[in-house]
């Protein structure tokens, strides 16, 4: 299966969600907010680094979850600029 390669944008909006998600963990480890997640450190790692600009829903929600916020407040966040 071919990707579609990113748009800037998409790619804009994967690095503002890694760091809404890089602030929120705080003081917590990677490794410890991934397990609670049920997703692994190195999943964290480039969601929060940008690498993986477009994370699948669930995992989107279940690192929400972990870490206290909202999906409303992941939306708002992320959504594109200008909207």
């Known amino acids: 299966m071919v990707r579609t390669p990113l748009t800037p944008e998409e790619r804009e909006r994967g690095e503002r969600l890694g760091r809404l998600l890089r602030d929120a963990r705080g003081g917590r480890s990677m ?8 997703v692994s450190a190195e999943t964290l790692r480039k969601i929060e680094t940008g690498r993986a600009p477009t994370p699948a829903f669930f995992t989107v929600a279940a690192l929400a979850r972990a870490l206290g916020l909202s999906m409303d407040e992941l939306a708002g966040a992320c959504a594109p600029v200008g909207v």
């Open 31 to 38: 490794a410890e907010v991934a397990a609670r997640a049920g």
